[in-house]
């Protein structure tokens, strides 16, 4: 009784793991093409500690006029607009009606963004 009980809640465990895993494999699947977590850069800037950090301030040399001129920072309302539509953001994070990225819009919402926000939030 006392071993199947065991057996049961490291199934459980086990489970959750990969679970957990499987969302993040789905998060960095979309970010990763472009993207590197740590300080590399690949198409875009690497994403180590990029939450609460100032917006284009990596070494990455490809920022556009926008991001680059930026000055917000990421905290999570902006983060959340970014990977939301990006295109419409960089309008509003800048007051400027004709800003541009060069960072496809990723449209993410719900669970996924909840996902997303929470792992850009360890990268540390
Ligand atoms: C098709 C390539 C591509 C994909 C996919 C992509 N990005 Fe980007 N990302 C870029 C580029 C290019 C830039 C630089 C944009 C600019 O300078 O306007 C960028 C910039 C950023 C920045 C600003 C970084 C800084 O230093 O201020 C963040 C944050 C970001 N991306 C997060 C993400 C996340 C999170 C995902 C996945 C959900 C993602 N990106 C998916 C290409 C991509």
Redesign the pocket.
Same mark, same amino acid.
């Not at 690949?42 to 994403?47: A, I, Q, S, Y």
């Not at 950090?53 to 990596?58: N, R, V």
């Given at each position: 009784m006392k071993t199947s009980f065991k057996l049961v809640a490291l199934a459980a465990i086990a489970m959750s793991i990969t679970m957990g895993n499987s969302v993040y494999a789905g998060?960095e699947a979309?970010?990763?093409?472009?993207?590197d977590f740590g300080t590399a850069h690949?198409?875009?800037?690497?994403?180590k500690g990029?939450m609460g950090?100032?917006?284009? *301030? #990596?070494d990455?040399k490809?920022?556009?006029?926008?991001?680059?001129q930026?000055g917000w920072v990421?905290d999570e309302e902006h983060?959340r607009k970014?990977?939301t539509d990006?295109k419409k953001a960089?309008k509003e994070f800048t007051g400027d009606d004709n800003a541009? *990225? #060069?960072?496809?819009p990723?449209k993410?919402k719900g669970d996924k963004l909840d996902k997303?926000i929470e792992?850009?939030k360890g990268l540390k």
């Open positions: 998060v979309q970010c990763k093409i472009c993207h690949k198409v875009g800037p690497g994403l990029i950090s100032k917006a284009g *301030t #990596t990455y490809n920022y556009s006029k926008s991001l680059k930026g990421w983060m970014w990977l990006g960089i541009k *990225t #060069t960072m496809p990723q993410l997303v792992f850009l």
